[in-house]
């Protein structure tokens, strides 16, 4: 399964993007997807997660009110819609799918990844 990342590109900060994942073909498990990001010199964090079914989430504190994630599973792809966003939101965004239809924040829960997308905040 391969993954796409796309919708990174440069804003002021305050300003919104939208990124999406879409996997190349559906999987023989249900997977949850995760959104993950890396700055430079920083450890890659887990921002969102999402459940196959949707009914299920993990937002970051520093993204909470402010990021929201969804899913359209008929298409295959993940949604992840970026509001009010900071300077400090600067990274390249990777999605990556679960080994099932959860997922949590550690990077051993993925198993599939995506090439990252680079989102640029200036202040």
């Known amino acids: 399964v391969q993954l796409q990342a796309s919708g990174g590109g440069l804003v002021q900060a305050g300003g919104s993007l939208r990124l999406s994942c879409t996997a190349s073909r559906r999987t023989s498990s249900n997977n949850a997807v995760g959104w993950f990001r890396q700055a430079p010199g920083k450890e890659r964090e887990c921002v969102v997660v999402?459940?196959?079914?949707?009914?299920?989430?993990y937002y970051a504190d520093s993204v909470k009110g402010r990021f929201t994630i969804a899913r359209d599973n008929a298409k295959g792809t993940v949604y992840l819609q970026m509001n009010s966003l900071k300077p400090e939101d600067t990274a390249v965004y990777s999605c990556?799918?679960?080994?099932?239809?959860?997922?949590?924040?550690?990077?051993?829960?993925?198993?599939?990844w995506g090439q990252g997308t680079l989102v640029t905040v200036s202040s």
């Open positions: 990556a799918a679960a080994r099932g239809p959860y997922g949590g924040s550690s990077v051993l829960d993925y198993i599939y």
């Open positions: 999402i459940s196959w079914s949707g009914t299920s989430t």
